[in-house]
């Protein structure tokens, strides 16, 4: 594996390399492996480093660069810390990823740089010295400065008047951009492909708003927008749109997830009492925000029985990984307070599905859909580990909060513990690996999510696709020709539409196969003749199979298929409709990796976890794609 030449990193944080960084152009050569029918690549874009507060207060001391070098398959070393102050624990991926985005808090960017920088004036600091000594109490007080509005910093750490953390998070946001650089591969050979990024971390009254920002070049501002300076989201798309709109070969999206964490706040409609403000935000978001992180390491966002909003029969695969246990108080038309620590209400808007419905009524009231976003899955590592998503060896993503069995086992409201997992990746269809196809298939959204395994699925929708499709050698060019893939739009018109659908299973690796599939499931919204909101599961391919694995060995049972295709007809929706259609594929049931972690200890050792009726041991991992929609529900 190529080796990339990297600085000397002063206390694993602060650069000491004082050369001046490396211009920043998106000059490359053309890639060998350019494919106008899209090939498929995996990668994670929600990564944090010890430049995260939240991270470096667990113990981490893993830098960006070292987690691009993990990406492309090198070890890094995770707490608990050894004598010289360094992990103790190795850790590999299984396989390397094509792409990847680090994209480290911008909140507290310049107090952690400060706390670790002797020469800086808030060095000595009470504050940071607990932030170098890892307090927990500390790592509860900055969390908690992001629950308030607006969000207040330390003075013993920035200063009387707040300046010195931003000028110090111009160094740290530098060094974002030199790792970036240094390992985003510009030859012909296109082997890997990094993303400039970083996350915006509003909290309000523990309730989740955040996002993910990623560039698609190396022209950034000279400064992430945080909390600090955007209390809002429909400040920092403003605060996005004018900073990059500034500069030449400058463009951003920015990504929610969590959304099981938001309390309806999240995706909840903007209704400023003026239609058409209205509207001019819905297309500014629309055009910043087309996708949405429905699987990490704190749960899944797809689906969840029992609430409110469209008509729906009870779906069994929307039990998986969820964070808070039933019964749940339902927010309605309304929102809540403090997801973030699994309490207040929850609302069909923290799931993929009312999300899309809610859009569907959006664009009926204001003629634009601002809640047409394809899904993408990512680990939100704070162990800058991209990609450990293996159930197997699973060490948690969270640093000193995870750093033993026990810790991993146990039952906590904090983001760590039982209810947790090893995350998602997000698979794109582009022409090839480079930033450029990789980040306008982002925006097309011709992208989807899986909960760790790489299974491979393709997704088409039209009115007059070919019926033989799964038999015909130019599948993908007929299909492009009569069609529309997964993230577009159906034309205007009327017909029966046809959803053509290809799944492969994950091959995994030598030590660790991959799952057979079981079945591929269409999920259908709808706004029917009546006006009522619908949702309907259709089951399409394969069947469906709950043979648990051996619960003493984790031996997956003989059933499922390697691959599975099918074009199939909607036998109700046609493409006059409001309607959008996703695809779900769901793997043979498997060993959770609470179930491999209880099996590596003697029975003796084993917490109440491990024997609890209640804690799921076996699950079924899933890929789910964007959705393509009719015309009338288009963004």
Known sequence: MRRFASCLVLLHLVSACKHEPPPFVDEREPCAEQNPLRNLYFGDLHVHTSYSADANL????????????????????????????????ELRIDRPLDFAAVTDHAEFLGEIDICFDPD??????????????????????????????PPERFPEICGADGKACPDAAKGAWRRVQEAAERFYDRTAACSFTTFVGYEWSASPNLSNLHRNVLFRSATVPNLPTSYFEATSAEDLWRALDADCGSLDGCDVLAIP??????????????????????????????????????????????????LSGAVTAPDEACTFEKLRPDPVEDCGDGTGDRGMIGLGCVSRRDFYRGILMEGLEQARTLGRNPFAVGAIGSTDSHNGTPGAVSERGYVGHFGTLEDTPEDRLAFTARPE??????????????????????????????????????????????????????DLPDAVARLDAAGVPMGGVLPDGAGPV?????????????????????????????????????IDVFDVAGQADHTPPDPDTCTVAAVGDRSLCTVWVDPEVDAG???????????????????????????????????????????????????????????
């Open 58 to 89: 667990a113990g981490v001391r893993v830098t960006p660069e070292d987690a691009y070098a993990f990406a492309l398959g090198e070890p890094v070393y995770l707490p608990p810390q050894g004598p010289d102050g360094k992990g103790t624990v």
């Open 120 to 149: 800086a004036s808030g060095y000595d600091s009470e504050t940071c010295a607990l932030v170098r000594a890892s307090d927990p109490d500390t790592f509860v007080r900055f969390g908690n400065a992001l629950t308030k509005t």
């Open 257 to 306: 997830h969590n959304p099981n964490w938001s309390n309806g706040n999240l995706f909840a409609p903007v209704a400023t009492g003026d239609p058409t403000a209205d509207a001019e935000l819905a297309a500014l978001r629309a055009r910043l925000e087309p996708l949405v992180e429905i699987v990490q390491h704190k749960g899944d966002s797809e689906c969840r029985n029992g």
């Open 417 to 470: 513990g039982i209810k947790n997992n090893p995350g998602g990746l997000v698979a794109v269809w582009a022409e090839a690996n480079d930033r450029e196809h990789l980040f306008d298939a982002l925006r097309r959204r011709e992208v989807y999510a899986t909960s760790g395994p790489r299974i491979a699925v393709r997704m088409f929708a039209g009115t007059d696709l070919p019926a033989d499709a799964c």
């Open 498 to 534: 046809q959803i053509f659908v290809q799944a492969t299973a994950d091959p995994g690796t030598n030590e660790a196969p991959g799952a057979s599939l079981a079945q591929v499931q269409v999920v259908r919204g709808w706004i029917d003749e009546d006006g009522t909101p619908r």
């Open 577 to 635: 409709h409001t309607a959008f259609w996703y695809v779900r594929v769901l793997e043979v049931p498997t060993c959770r990796w609470s179930r491999y972690t209880c099996l590596s200890l003697p029975p003796e050792d084993r917490p109440a976890a491990c024997d609890d009726p209640d804690v799921a041991w076996w699950i079924q991992e899933r890929a789910v794609t964007s959705p393509i929609w009719t015309h009338a529900a288009a963004p």
